[in-house]
């Protein structure tokens, strides 16, 4: 999968409550990856409340909202120029996969836990 290659990644979920959200950024981290924790309800761990606060090139946004948040998400993914979206099982929608296909946006959906294998290091 292509969107897996990339570096720089935003993954967007509620850090505190949901203990997937923090091991996706585990599993990003340990492959090299740039990870930028962003969490609409604006709860720590999470750094940032939106992709905008964040102010540097996110490459791929890793999505772990319900699929109506996920549509402000990928507006804002349309704003900052950001092409791919990883939508992860649950926050997937008809209405996600139709906006972000009028965007020019790729979607991907899938398990970054299950795509990209713990590593070895």
Not at 2 to 21: D, I, Q, S, T, Y
Not at 47 to 72: F, H, Q
Request: proline letters at 7%; a negative charge.
């Amino acid at each position: 999968e292509e969107m897996l290659k990339k570096n720089v990644w935003a993954v967007v979920g509620n850090h505190g409550r949901n203990p997937v959200v923090e091991k996706l950024c585990d599993r990003l981290r340990s492959h090299g990856k740039t990870v930028f924790r962003v969490n609409p309800y604006g709860k720590p761990p999470a750094e940032y409340k939106s992709l905008t606060e964040i102010g540097a090139a996110v490459e791929c946004v890793n999505l772990v909202v319900n699929p109506t948040m996920g549509l402000d998400v990928l507006d804002e993914c349309e704003k900052l120029g950001i092409a791919s979206l990883f939508v992860q099982p649950g926050a997937g929608s008809d209405e996600l996969r139709e906006s972000a296909s009028g965007k020019s946006i790729a979607l991907h959906e899938g398990c970054v836990l299950v795509e990209l294998p713990p590593s070895a290091a």
